[in-house]
């Protein structure tokens, strides 16, 4: 009896122990398929133009290793002046949105007032319609001004976002209203508590809305588009764009994959480094796009 | 009070202006513009007001192929990326080490530029004079037939189209289902290896019914998302779609509004409203459906 009972046991460990590896097995083979496009860059981007081109079937490694190519994505096309712009763009965009963001998220869950849940509600609403519907008023409005080609153009439509504004007046409201009643008592104004008690206590949330804020930033490309067509106002995203049309000519690979490479690396570094915050702000609803 | 409601209203200010400015009005006009027949961006000038705009795009086989592509595009990548990311959520959840490590892997096409990394997908799958790409050479290894995916058949381009788009929206997916997985209760996980109770059973009958909501979520998004698919055709293609036959209809109003083919807001805005309508119309069915069927 006891023998068979070890027997049925041992089975049962071997079963859980092969369906263990076929989990581990399927997880690397998409953590490949995930990664094989950033060594493929990597690896494309250090080939020299001449050996690249000599490879008729392609080879995974490479024993010569070269800089050419960054130093080709430099000077050959202006990509240092798109990486600029996207930098300038990006920040001036989240630094605008966080401030517009936190000054009504802090009206919608301190403040009372008449018709707020009116319009907190209208609000929520205006997270159901698509950018792809407003963007035709909005491009021919910037026209109309004559912003085409510069960063207010760029910017001003691109602060909107709702979701943002929800995500901060629920994380206010957490903070007990006795402090903002103590604060009133000290006479302290609503701006000045809003600055020195909101601000800092509500700090992760506000710190996962600029990171991911900026992602979205670093890689819009519609709006860049219909708004630019002097390449001194390009980001990365139309830059890139037009270097794989008009930059190196069509069969320099190595070149624009350095240039791949040079507009992926900010993003992943800021990833790596907010990994936790990211995550966790994605999975509270954002959505890329 | 009044002057707590005038200082409300004033911290709402900016975010109002900003919204009404770029968001409600633009809503307004862009279902004005459908109507306006003949409408002339450089005088500002129309003719009547009618639905000629709606049935100009209705037959214009460019707008044909593009719903058509975005519709297989939909149909393919939203179940496939769904249940592809169930698949691996449910497979990080049953593993303890190098859990982080591979969550952290999954995420990183979120992080990334879908115009720059397509670029990358572009050379994996493209086939020249000078070479058959890296994917061709797999398919030769097991025998096949090199394909150009970039410049070739229909179905070749849709394949990447659907097999990037799916590299793209994975990363959220995964992490929506696994933070979903981790919150279910773990006593019915207890309470069902009690009674010894088969790992396939507990699947379907304890994993699946709880994270329902979310995966139909997903599905809902899924199919939202692809209907607004537009950079990833792009950066596999070029801009110019219409040329490769691979537009979107998302690329089709934008083509319509600007590039060498734009120029119509009109037109553009009736393919707009058409997408919204599209759009709205699932949304809602999948809203129904999913109150009937979702039960924990």
Not at chain 1, 214 to 226: A, T
Not at chain 2, 49 to 58: A, E, I, K, Q, R
Not at chain 2, 252 to 280: E, Q
Request: charged share 15%.
């Amino acid at each position: 009896m006891e023998v068979d009972y070890e027997k049925i046991e041992k089975a049962a460990k071997r079963r859980s122990g092969v369906l263990r590896g076929l989990t581990y097995a399927g997880l690397s083979v998409w953590a490949l398929i995930v990664l094989f496009p950033f060594y493929w860059m990597i690896l494309t981007s250090v080939k020299s133009y001449a050996s690249y081109n000599a490879e008729y079937v392609p080879s995974f490694f490479t024993l010569h290793p070269t800089l050419e190519n960054y130093e080709n994505a430099f000077t050959a096309v202006p990509l240092g002046g798109y990486l600029m712009n996207t930098v300038i763009f990006a920040l001036l965009t989240t630094l605008l949105m966080v401030v517009v963001s936190v000054l009504a998220a802090y009206a919608f869950a301190r403040l009372e007032f008449k018709g707020k849940n009116l319009v907190f509600t209208l609000f929520l609403s205006l997270m159901m319609i698509p950018s792809e519907l407003v963007v035709i008023t909005n491009f021919v409005t910037i026209t109309n001004l004559d912003l085409r080609n510069t960063f207010t153009g760029l910017i001003l439509p691109s602060v909107t976002s709702v979701f943002y504004i929800y995500l901060l007046k629920e994380n206010f409201e957490q903070v007990p209203d006795e402090l903002y009643r103590a604060a009133k008592v000290d006479g302290t104004s609503d701006l000045k508590y809003l600055w020195k008690v909101m601000v800092p206590i509500c700090r992760p949330t506000i710190v996962t809305v600029t990171i991911l804020k900026i992602i979205e930033c670093w890689n819009s490309y519609v709006w860049p588009r219909l708004i630019t067509d002097d390449p001194a106002y390009y980001l990365v995203s139309n830059g890139i764009q037009e270097i794989r049309e008009n930059g190196f000519g069509r069969e320099n690979i190595p070149a624009m994959m350095a240039a791949v490479v040079v507009i992926s690396v900010p993003l992943i570094i800021l990833f790596l480094v907010f990994r936790r915050k990211i995550m966790e702000g994605v999975a509270r609803g954002g959505m890329k796009g | 009070m009044s002057t707590n409601n005038k200082k409300a209203w004033l911290y709402l200010l900016p975010a109002l202006l900003f919204l009404i400015f770029f968001m409600v009005y633009p809503l307004i006009d862009v279902i004005i513009y459908s109507v306006e027949e003949g409408y002339n961006f450089a005088s500002q000038t129309y003719f009547g007001v009618g639905t000629y705009n709606f049935s100009y795009v209705l037959h214009d086989p460019y707008c044909l192929q593009a719903v058509k592509n975005t519709f297989i595009l939909v149909i393919i990548t939203a179940p496939v990326s769904s249940g592809l990311a169930l698949l691996i959520s449910v497979g990080l959840s049953s593993i303890r080490p190098l859990r982080e490590l591979y969550q952290t892997i999954y995420f990183l096409p979120y992080v990334t530029n879908t115009l720059a990394v397509g670029l990358v997908f572009m050379i994996l799958f493209q086939r020249t004079e000078y070479t058959d790409g890296m994917v061709n050479l797999l398919i030769n290894w097991f025998g096949g037939e090199s394909v150009d995916f970039i410049d070739g058949p229909y179905w070749a381009k849709m394949f990447v189209l659907c097999f990037y788009t799916v590299w793209v929206v994975m990363p959220f997916k995964i992490l929506v289902l696994t933070s979903a997985l981790a919150s279910v209760n773990q006593d019915y996980y207890k309470a069902a290896r009690v009674d010894g109770t088969p790992r396939l059973r507990v699947f379907t009958k304890i994993t699946l019914p709880m994270i329902s909501p979310m995966l139909f979520y997903l599905v809902i998004t899924g199919f939202i998302g692809a209907f607004k698919a537009y950079s990833d055709a792009v950066a596999l293609f070029g801009t110019d779609l219409n040329a490769a036959g691979m537009n979107t209809i998302v690329g089709y109003v934008y083509d319509m509004l600007y590039g060498d083919s734009g120029g119509y807001p009109s037109y553009a805005s009736a393919a707009a409203v058409i997408l919204f309508v599209i759009v709205l119309t699932i949304t809602c069915v999948n809203l129904l459906v999913s109150r009937k069927k979702v039960r924990y």
